[in-house]
């Protein structure tokens, strides 16, 4: 079964970091793009980031670029997302998703499937 | 950035209605479009992409159609597990843009 768990969510002061885990099964994870997707409390959905099959290529939304660092380490099959300088408009469920098809040079940017998602709330 | 909006925001329907929910690209994205669906409390599901291909598992009530900037999701017979919430999302361009939302309720 293909699967992604997200975790390392929590409670942070503004200002402060925290790095966000999705662990991936039941597919080749080294073959795919992936995403991170956030959705503030009763909104919708952002596109957050992306990463390439093999690390070295990244994309990042304006209002995280320069913050947020989007890495993956396939022999681990993980992907993570460090936060730093966190606002309280960060505060969103955060999910990890895996791009549609693999072996795609530039990637579809379309997600399927998604994470469960981990909350990151921002607050003094 | 590509601007998505999408009608209504809202729909009240009963079991068996045919419901279409609109989205509108602020320019041209040729056919770079998904449709999600979200359940309270849970994480999107993708239902249609490069707007009129469905995703697999995904019950043939549901279809996609449309090129450009304007494109529609059709759910021709309302079931009970369909009433959540139903995002677009372009894939054309940096950055990758989700619609506001249609809630799909119960009538």
């Known amino acids: 079964e293909v699967q992604l768990v997200e975790s390392g969510g929590g409670l942070v002061q503004p200002g402060g970091s925290l790095r966000l885990s999705c662990a991936a099964s039941?597919?080749?994870?080294?073959?795919?793009?992936m995403h991170w997707v956030r959705q503030a409390p009763g909104k919708g959905l952002v596109w957050v980031s992306r990463i390439n099959r093999d690390g070295r290529s990244t994309s990042y939304a304006d209002s995280v670029k320069g913050r947020f660092t989007i890495s993956r380490d396939n022999a681990k099959n993980t992907l993570y997302l460090q936060m730093n300088s966190l606002r309280a408009e960060d505060t969103a469920v955060y999910y990890c998703?895996?791009?549609?098809?693999?072996?795609?040079?530039?990637?579809?940017?379309?997600?399927?499937?998604w994470g469960q998602g981990t909350l990151v709330t921002v607050s003094s | 950035d590509i601007q998505m909006t999408q009608s209504p925001s809202s729909v009240s329907a009963s079991v068996g209605d045919r419901v279409t929910i609109t989205c509108r690209a602020s320019q041209d994205i040729s056919t770079w479009l998904a449709w999600y669906q979200q359940k309270p409390g849970k994480a999107p599901k993708l239902l249609i992409y490069?707007?009129?291909s469905l995703q697999s598992g995904v019950p043939s009530r549901f279809s996609g159609s449309g090129s450009g900037t304007d494109f529609t999701l059709t759910i021709s017979s309302l079931q009970p597990e369909d009433f959540a919430s139903y995002y677009c999302?372009?894939?054309?361009?940096?950055?990758?843009?989700f619609g506001p939302g249609t809630k799909v309720d119960i009538k």
């Open positions: 998703a895996r791009d549609l098809f693999a072996d795609d040079s530039s990637g579809t940017n379309w997600f399927d499937p």
């Open positions: 490069a707007a009129s």
């Open positions: 999302q372009q894939a054309n361009s940096f950055p990758f843009t």
């Open positions: 039941g597919f080749t994870f080294s073959s795919y793009w």
